[in-house]
């Protein structure tokens, strides 16, 4: 049964290298965890091979991102140079420079994700 407040997933990590170096008494000390806390990451640990809590793991689920990290960071990029660039220009320059070839709903949900909206572009600056 689970009581008080869960512990971070860094203080989890440090426990885990303090490990290496030092006992629990010393662990606890420094951390200001209790020592069942302690006992109970470092077991957690030798068991699932992570310190990391179970609903974070569970976020990591299901199909893994189309478009590499390198990949959102040079949209992004291209976005805040030209912010009036459109979705298929977008995709021909992932394609042309990158290599990836994904749709333009993939390159919607990633700069979405990053935080974009879309805006109605006005050309010629002004409606009559």
């Not at 951390?31 to 609903?55: A, P």
């Not at 990029?77 to 660039?85: A, K």
Request: net charge positive; charged share 35%.
């Amino acid at each position: 049964m689970v009581r008080g407040k869960p512990l971070s997933d860094d203080l989890r990590g440090a426990i885990l290298n303090m490990a290496r170096n030092f006992d629990l008494h010393e662990i606890c000390h420094h951390t200001g965890c209790k020592k069942r806390t302690v006992q109970r990451v470092l077991e957690d640990y030798r068991k699932k091979g992570t310190v990391m809590r179970e609903h974070l793991r569970l976020e990591m689920r299901g199909a893994k991102r189309i478009m590499s990290p390198g990949d959102i960071r040079f949209l992004t990029g291209l976005v805040r140079h030209s912010p009036d660039v459109y979705l298929d220009e977008l995709r021909e320059m992932l394609e042309e420079t990158r290599g990836s070839e994904v749709s333009e709903a993939t390159i919607w949900r990633s700069l979405k994700r990053c935080g974009f909206t879309m805006k109605k572009v006005c050309l010629g600056g002004v409606i009559s």
